[in-house]
């Protein structure tokens, strides 16, 4: 089976702090995505990875940068936390090509005060 | 970019009847799957139909697609409480990137 992990299930920051979260995928999937999600605001794509060291920005990607030094892990960084970046962050994989079925991680609760 | 909306948006019944939900969609296809996803937690992939299918089943869940209408539906039969969850589909967005664009979701609640 397919396992997606998320560093932290739940995280609590304060505004201005630089923080990461981590994803790593068993899998060998060459994409890998980050999500966040709203209330009302459904999954928007943060940024998304088709290969090492390459990175594609999604629909919300201001405030928000990503590292993929290896094919298994994918982080996202939060350079400056804000309160409006307090969300559900949910991190995916999925093999190259063209619409194949993605496999999630559990999210993380995060929240910035 | 919003490609799949889900139709409705909250669903209540009892357990052992039957829940549709259903997904309007704007542009062509490869394929539309089907999530899952249960309270505070990552969303669980449930069955994936082609563009040249029609219908397809997995167990209790039955998936329509209607290309000439961009629509899709999800069948869930003889529901339980435990399919209470959030429902959303996803298909393809335009070139082969592999992302996929969500619609909102439904959130079914199936009461004991």
């Known amino acids: 089976d397919v396992k997606v992990t998320q560093s932290s299930r739940y995280l609590v920051k304060r505004t201005g702090e630089k923080v990461f979260l981590e994803c790593v995928q068993d899998?060998?999937?060459?994409?890998m995505f980050w999500y966040r999600q709203d209330p009302g605001l459904g999954l928007r794509l943060i940024y998304f990875?088709?290969?090492?060291?390459?990175?594609e920005k999604g629909d919300i990607p201001e405030g928000y940068s990503v590292s993929r030094e290896k094919k298994e892990r994918f982080s996202l960084i939060l350079e400056s936390a804000s309160t409006n970046q307090t969300s559900m962050y949910l991190c995916?994989?999925?093999?190259?090509?063209?619409?194949?079925?993605?496999?999630f991680g559990p999210g993380t609760r995060l929240t910035v005060t | 970019s919003q490609q799949g909306e889900e139709d409705p948006q909250a669903l209540s019944i009892q357990e052992g009847e039957n829940a549709t939900m259903n997904c309007s969609y704007k542009?062509?296809?490869?394929?539309l799957q089907w999530y899952r996803q249960n309270s505070g937690r990552g969303l669980v992939h449930l069955i994936l139909?082609?563009?040249?299918?029609r219908e397809k089943h997995s167990g209790r869940l039955r998936v329509t697609l209607d290309t000439s209408k961009k629509s899709s539906s999800l069948l869930i039969t003889a529901s339980r409480a435990a399919d209470t969850a959030s429902y959303f589909c996803?298909?393809?967005?335009?070139?082969?990137?592999?992302?996929?664009?969500f619609g909102q979701g439904t959130t079914l609640q199936v009461k004991p």
């Open positions: 995916a994989s999925s093999l190259r090509g063209r619409s194949y079925e993605q496999y």
């Open positions: 899998m060998d999937h060459e994409n």
């Open positions: 990875s088709y290969d090492v060291k390459m990175k």
């Open positions: 542009t062509s296809i490869n394929n």
């Open positions: 139909i082609r563009s040249n299918e």
């Open positions: 996803a298909t393809g967005a335009p070139g082969n990137t592999g992302k996929l664009i």
